[in-house]
């Protein structure tokens, strides 16, 4: 199924960041309007609104009982100029999100196309066909509406079979924005940084000594996992695997009891999987951005630079609209997906390849008299001379 969210966020964040525009000769041979007088436009009748109602209760010629609908209409219009600056700012930063690094390009495009035209970004002008308009509505409340080429949509005509492109304006209320953001739901998501915060769960999980943490709570760059997890013989001494250097050498490797870490690290990550379930769109943000396909940190890294260019969610992605509320496979599916993702991209570095302590069994040695050197220990071990 076509993402017209992934396709259309990618193109306006292409648009927006190319210097293209600079070489268009129509585009810097003319003027662009980005006065769209939001507020000139909204309050142009409300002074006159206002002087009419004020004089009908000064000469008791109100329509309603006692004025009461007209003080109520004049308490509107008096907080009205106030509540237009608060919705305007808390707009712009919800809109401001679709800058951030790792947006997740499948929210709604139209929140991009927006926070562009807000923020006058070349190619989003009147003169390029945009505009918005603030309303104050009966009730009392306000309204903002952006119109413009990225705000069509296409439709099936049902007799003719023609696909027709037709206004679809993106139109915010300023109580349903404030009910959404007092209930600490967003409108636009901020994708939580999992990888940023994957770093701060590690030394939390038990599996490193105090003195391979710093005074931030991070874990130092020498930080190796508690000898507690690392693998023995009988006799105390260090279970090594054997790594291949090439050349018929190779070196011992410490070899860690990754059952015990798994038991270990487990309630850790449930509890870092349960914070982010208190907001499931932020649980979305991060599977389509982070975890759908257990990517390396490095792609992570790159798929966000290329706001996911389909690296990691254009056939996996879950949808804001379809998938909330979130049903339990799919929270089933986040906490296996997300374990894997930290046990792969984080504690397997420490896992791998580690040079064992002791000094003596770090030295490089033949491949082949070390394998006939183990065969006879396990001959040894097992009374099989």
């Not at 964040?13 to 007088?37: L, M, R, T, V």
């Not at 190619?123 to 705000?151: E, M």
């Not at 790594?243 to 070899?255: F, I, P, S, T």
């Not at 270990?264 to 951005?289: C, H, R, Y």
Request: aromatic share 10%.
């Amino acid at each position: 199924m076509e993402n017209k969210n992934l396709q259309n966020n990618l193109f306006l964040k292409q648009f927006n960041e190319s210097n293209a525009i600079a070489y268009n000769k129509s585009f810097i041979a003319n003027p662009s309007d980005y006065n769209f007088q939001l507020l000139d436009n909204a309050y142009r009748n409300a002074g006159k609104a206002y002087a009419q109602i004020k004089i009908a209760i000064e000469t008791n010629k109100c329509e309603s009982e006692y004025c009461a609908a007209e003080l109520a209409k004049i308490k509107q219009l008096e907080e009205a100029p106030n509540n237009s600056l608060e919705f305007l700012t808390s707009l712009m930063a919800e809109l401001s999100i679709t800058e951030e690094s790792n947006y997740d390009p499948n929210n709604s495009y139209s929140f991009t196309a927006a926070n562009s035209l807000m923020s006058g970004k070349p190619g989003f002008s009147k003169t390029d066909g945009y505009n918005a308009y603030l309303d104050l509505l009966p009730d009392g409340s306000q309204q903002i509406v952006f119109t413009g080429p990225a705000f069509k949509t296409r439709i099936e005509e049902p007799d003719t079979f023609e696909i027709l492109e037709v206004d679809d304006p993106l139109i915010i209320n300023n109580s349903s924005l404030s009910a959404l953001l007092d209930s600490d739901t967003s409108l636009v998501v901020s994708t939580p940084d999992v990888n940023a915060g994957m770093l701060l769960l590690l030394p939390e999980t038990g599996l490193f000594v105090q003195e391979m943490i710093n005074e931030n709570k991070e874990l130092k760059a020498n930080a190796k996992i508690s000898e507690e997890f690392v693998m023995k013989n009988a006799d105390g001494s260090f279970d090594y695997e054997i790594v291949d250097l090439g050349n018929n050498q190779g070196r011992n490797a410490l070899k860690y009891d990754l059952e015990k870490i798994d038991k270990k690290v487990t309630p850790f990550i449930n509890a870092e999987v349960g914070g982010l379930m208190s907001s499931e769109q932020d649980v979305i943000a991060a599977w389509n951005v982070y975890i759908a396909k257990g990517t390396s940190v490095e792609e992570d890294d790159q798929m966000v630079q290329d706001m996911g260019r389909e690296v990691n969610s254009g056939n996996e992605y879950w949808s804001y609209e379809l998938d909330l509320p979130l049903q339990q496979d799919k929270k089933v599916l986040f906490e296996i997906k997300y374990k894997e993702y930290f046990m792969n991209n984080y504690l397997k570095q420490f896992t791998t390849n580690q040079m064992p302590t002791v000094k003596e069994d770090a030295a490089v040695f033949d491949l082949e008299e070390a394998k006939k050197a183990k065969a006879q220990k396990f001959l040894d071990d097992n009374d099989l001379n």
